[in-house]
DNA sequence: TGCAGGCTTGAGTGACCGCTCAAGATGGCT
DNA sequence: AGCCATCTTGAGCGGTCACTCAAGCCTGCA
């Protein structure tokens, strides 16, 4: 009964393979790839090892997979609900670093940053898993220049949206790190408003020199 | 004879406490914590595990005590030789960015900041550890603080200095992120030129309040 | 109804993990 | 010389690691 039971629940549930990446993404978000074995995986998606290795191979595939999803998710996750909300290219930016504040909130600044996590866990010894992770920095820096080149007017002429941006993800990822390793918001926040402060000059700066004759 | 022979080698050699340090550095910072096993350190500092265990009763001992090390290290190793070259407290803050570039370019960016591995890599699931990462992080940031409070006078009346060195720590550390993840130094050199950028246009803001009559 | 292919089952694999400990070597003190 | 504290030796512990595989189940199609 309890077998015949599990399976109408299970009707309604998520494939496999996603419940796989699903309990994957969890723990080492959590825990880190190293220090998640796959038996907890195995635990946590309700599974025999044999259902996660016809699906995944090795440890690494399984790692790589979570990597193109968080590829997919950029989008729809982070940056489509701050773009549905603030309409202000610049501020989409500070939006973007909102939306990880919120993260950072709701996991009492325990856990950080999931790709950041694994780029310094991995990147050294598993040349795979470092390429995909670059291609998400790649990702999220290409969104945030998307929002420093429809906001072009207002910087400086001669801004660098790209070089910008790579620096809006340093401030980022290196704002999280401090969080994580303070648990506190402070370090966040004061990166963030330095940002910020940063920005007003570039804004300020650009609007001087579309009216100089008026000073 | 090979035993007499080795007697004497270590006769010039470091205490067994000091090697065991040794190895765990680098090898910590070459592939983290938990991919690293104590064979491996015990290994590389040619000993026996009762050796190991009898200083360091767990691993996080050991890299509690390489935490300590790495906070003694600070001043003699990173600040003083930047320091001894350049006396301006604005450059020695730019000063300490080059340090840290020249460990990339000799690393070839493939190993990023010992510290903020293990913060990432601990920080959730090691209190302790975490705690001492980040007493490594506010020694930065003092150092760093330092350098800004001797320059103040040529910066913004209101700067917050202590805000404003975290700033710079978030800067460091998420640019060395980038670049290990992208195994090149660009994201590291555009983030360290837009902080440059910032500074300039702080540095040019507190002129101008020093000399307004002169325009 | 039978069959083929995708998927699941779960006990089992050897290797490696952090760590133990009883025995012995060593150097300094009296 | 005798003795203690400090340090070293290295075989070996129980446990966990990523992973295997032969067998069976389920579904869709002929």
């Known amino acids: 009964m309890s077998r015949a039971q599990r399976w109408i629940d299970d ?26 074995g796959i038996a907890a995986i195995l635990e946590r998606a309700d599974l025999n090892p044999g259902s996660l290795f016809h699906f995944f191979p090795t440890k690494e595939d399984l790692v790589l997979a979570l990597l193109d999803r968080y590829l997919t998710l950029l989008d729809p996750m982070v940056i489509a609900p701050v773009f549905e909300r603030i309409t202000d290219p610049i501020e989409r930016v500070f939006g973007i670093l909102d939306g990880y504040r ?14 950041g996590n694994l780029a310094l866990e991995l990147s050294d010894t598993h040349p795979k898993v470092r390429a995909k992770v670059a291609a998400n ?79």
Not at 143 to 172: E, H, Q, Y
């Open 11 to 36: 009707q309604g549930e998520r494939p496999t393979r996603e419940r796989v990446l699903d309990a994957a993404m969890q723990l080492f978000h959590a825990q880190g790839y190293t220090a998640t």
């Open 102 to 115: 919120r993260m950072l909130v709701s996991t009492e600044c325990a856990l950080g940053c999931p790709i």
């Open 137 to 215: 920095f790649d990702q999220w820096c290409a969104a945030v220049r998307g929002c420093l080149d429809a906001g072009r007017n207002r910087l400086p002429p001669k801004t660098d949206t790209d070089r910008l941006a790579t620096f809006v993800l340093t401030v980022m990822e290196g704002a999280v790190m401090q969080a994580k390793a303070q648990r506190s918001l402070d370090p966040y926040d004061q990166s963030v408003a330095e940002l910020r402060a940063y920005f007003d000059r570039l804004l300020a700066e650009a609007s001087d020199w579309k009216k100089p004759r008026s000073s």
